[in-house]
């Protein structure tokens, strides 16, 4: 399943988002229009597609969900900017990141432009509530990010609060997307629940596929070096099970007790760490509960009007658990 045929139903309309995203590079400071430029290209546009299809419903108006799809990426690429300052990120996307080619203080400043550019188009739908909800939707991921640097290279997290992390980080940007949709289209309560439920147990799916490609992917299919979250000392679900399956001699265990060890043993215990993962049923175990969010996405879109975007939903969670599966 490829994501041209999942977009169908909305492909004229997302490539008009990618046309006011590029609006977005048309500013008078050269130098601002360069890492816009730099940084507003690539990606997948699952958010903004998410959103355009949540909207398909009921009232699709275009004049409202346009704006609301491209707060949604902006919003999605200004995260990206930020954590790769926080993490020190060289690569993203299999290109170099905005703080290792123009400085970390630069990547910072162009995050905040972005998120701002996407309060403003989010604040084009006119919409009180789909306007505090995505101003709500950056404390969260905020408070993510933090209690992810809390815990950095902390060993005693449990797995609830892992999910409560990538649900802050990921998920609550897909719930925006699925629920400003279904609000702009003018939806009943009980399918703007159904949108914005969709929408999160298919981001906490797509981040907990996300981190098992961290251990089993290429840097060429990941456009980031294999490992980046080890080396970064943040404890995903592989980790945890790996600790769980090897409790004396682990080379996480290692790695998050030292984390000041020189750089060539650190990567060393990430390999090995890697090669457990890979030779175990760890990854098995992972996608087993990824399919699992995927399907109580799922289970609610009958609710939904048959039509064609409440069968491309259905098709975008099979897309994001078959990921190197």
């Given at each position: 399943m490829q994501l041209n045929r999942i977009y169908a139903p909305i492909q004229e309309d997302l490539a008009r988002v990618e046309r006011q995203i590029k609006s977005v590079?048309?500013?008078?400071?050269?130098?601002?229009?360069?890492?816009l430029s730099y940084i507003l290209t690539g990606g997948k546009g699952i958010r903004p597609a998410l959103t355009l299809l949540s909207g398909k419903f009921y009232h699709y108006n275009l004049d409202l969900l346009l704006p609301m799809a491209t707060a949604v990426e902006l919003m999605h690429t200004a995260t990206l900017a930020h954590d790769d300052a926080i993490d020190h990120s060289p690569v993203r996307r299999g290109r170099?990141?905005?703080?290792s080619i123009w400085g970390e203080d630069k990547a910072v400043l162009l995050g905040d432009y972005l998120f701002a550019k996407a309060g403003e188009f989010a604040a084009l739908t006119g919409n009180l509530r789909v306007i505090r909800l995505f101003a709500q939707t950056l404390q969260i991921i905020s408070s993510g990010e933090l209690?992810?640097?809390?815990?950095?290279?902390?060993?005693?997290?449990t797995r609830d609060q892992y999910l409560e992390r990538i649900s802050s980080k990921t998920a609550s940007l897909f719930s925006l997307a699925g629920e400003s949709g279904a609000i702009l289209s003018q939806a009943p309560e009980e399918s703007i629940q159904t949108l914005k439920g969709y929408g999160y147990n298919l981001g906490i799916a797509f981040q907990i596929v996300d981190d098992i490609l961290d251990f089993i992917g290429t840097e060429e299919e990941m456009g980031k070096p294999i490992g980046s979250d080890l080396a970064q000392g943040t404890l995903t679900l592989l980790a945890m099970l790996l600790l769980e399956h090897y409790p004396e001699d682990n080379p996480v265990k290692e790695l998050f007790n030292n984390h000041d060890m020189p750089e060539g043993d650190k990567q060393k215990r990430i390999k090995q760490?890697?090669?457990?993962?890979?030779?175990?049923?760890?990854v098995k175990q992972c996608y087993k509960v990824a399919s699992d969010y995927c399907a109580k996405a799922c289970?609610?879109?009958?609710?939904?009007?048959d039509n064609p975007s409440r069968r491309a939903l259905k098709d975008l969670a099979d897309l994001v658990i078959s990921r190197r599966k």
């Open positions: 590079t048309e500013v008078d400071s050269s130098g601002l229009a360069e890492l170099p990141t905005i703080n209690n992810q640097g809390f815990n950095a290279f902390n060993l005693e997290q760490a890697i090669e457990l993962v890979r030779n175990s049923s760890i289970q609610r879109l009958e609710l939904l009007p």
